[in-house]
């Protein structure tokens, strides 16, 4: 059964059985459509280097060492060795804009059962996964683990995460870039969960997409993506924490679409390849949405 706004909102106060239902619904999608491609999208031809070899046909030319070609006068290629085990981040951005909601559910609701999926493949495929809650007040790091059962729990943990205070007047997160770039395996999966409002890039990140495997997964709003049509309306707005009286006047859809285009550029900044970005609407299935990710992913490597 999808999860709907109805029935996801109840589970919320009781992780472990919202859980429960999003593994059911992982386990199928792995079984039905998923198979291998979640675990060969993320890897690709390998990432550790073994060493240089004599090139034969049917061999990757990606994978050609044009300087050893170029002393021998033949084609050698590198090496590579699998990965044998996956190590997946997930870092979740807990900043109050994402407790707005236009459909009967927020965009926190939405992104935590996102993560929680994404999470439960980990915990299908035999990876370790380890999560980061950051708000503007500080983070919670928890280790990566291995398991269904300390998967499980260290998901409920991020599910009962108490959602930032609106009325702090603090929007950034304090995301732990530097701790992470000391502590996480090399080529470990990093998945940045949050709102992505338009700003610079934290310090060092280029370095960081070359050492991990970065991508990005945002939810938008339906509202966020165009304005409702018709008479104007009020909004209640969580970063300022007050109703904010909407008019639908041209001036303010011009805005609005400023705001939109600066946000998918800062957006396609961070991760500028397409296929390390997933962008799922409140009112979408988030499971179809990863599942088209991941098909996606692999189709272009």
């Given amino acids: 059964m999808a999860l709907t706004p109805q029935n996801l909102l109840p589970g919320i106060s009781n992780p472990l059985a919202l859980l429960r239902k999003l593994e059911w619904r992982v386990r199928n999608a792995v079984e039905s459509t998923l198979g291998g491609i979640y675990r060969s999208a993320f890897r690709g ?16 030319i990606r994978d050609i ?33 994402l407790q ?10 939405a992104l935590l059962e996102l993560a929680g999926l994404v999470m439960l493949l980990g915990a299908v495929n035999r990876d370790r996964v380890g999560t980061i809650h950051a708000t503007p007040r500080g983070y919670t790091l928890h280790e990566p683990v291995r398991g269904r059962g300390p998967i499980m729990h260290a998901a409920a943990e991020l599910f009962g995460q108490p959602a930032p205070d609106i009325t702090d007047g603090a ?9 992470l770039s000391r502590s996480a395996p090399k080529h470990s999966i990093m998945i940045w969960l949050g709102d992505f409002a ?3 890039a934290p310090e060092g990140w280029p370095i960081f997409q070359r050492r991990y495997q970065t991508m990005g997964f945002r939810i938008d709003d339906p509202w966020e993506r165009a304005m409702p049509a018709g008479e104007g309306f009020a909004a209640y707005d969580p970063v300022s924490g007050r109703l904010v009286n909407i008019g639908g006047t041209s001036a303010e859809r011009a805005a609005h679409a400023r705001w939109r285009e600066s946000r998918d550029t800062a957006w396609r900044s961070l991760f500028p390849d397409q296929f390390s970005r997933l962008q799922v609407g409140t009112d979408e299935n988030r499971l179809d949405a990863l599942v088209r990710f991941f098909h996606r992913r692999m189709s272009a490597r």
Avoid: C, H
């Fill in 100 to 109: 707005f909601g236009s459909a009967g559910i927020s965009k926190r609701e």
């Fill in 65 to 97: 060492d044009w300087n050893v070609t170029a002393r021998l006068g033949e084609p050698y290629r590198k090496k590579f060795v699998e990965e044998r085990e996956v190590t997946l981040i997930v870092v979740f951005e807990d900043t109050p804009s």
């Fill in 198 to 200: 338009p700003r610079p």
């Fill in 171 to 179: 929007t950034t997160a304090a995301i732990p870039w530097q701790l």
């Fill in 45 to 60: 031809r390998g990432m550790e280097f073994d060493q240089v070899v004599r090139y034969e046909f049917g061999d990757d």
